[in-house]
């Protein structure tokens, strides 16, 4: 699934420090590309509410299972 995003949207591998990450382009040409920074940047805020407590753990499954086909 991994390589088969970087096809669909030139993700690609990168180090951050000692963390190796997966980044969009710096300059988003397609629709596509803008989408999954915005499911990207949702992910992020909701990934931190849970850690933080802010979201319940049924909350965000319900988030995620929204996203199934």
Not at 18 to 38: H, I, R, Y
Not at 42 to 48: D, G
Request: glycine residues 2%.
């Amino acid at each position: 699934m991994l390589f088969e995003l970087e096809e669909a949207f030139c993700l690609e591998p990168i180090k951050v420090g000692d963390t190796v990450v997966l980044a969009l382009p710096e300059d988003l040409n397609s629709e596509d590309q803008e989408a999954l920074a915005k499911t990207f940047r949702h992910w992020y805020r909701n990934n931190r509410d849970l850690k933080d407590g802010e979201l319940r753990r049924d909350e965000y499954v319900a988030w995620k299972d929204s996203f199934k086909a």
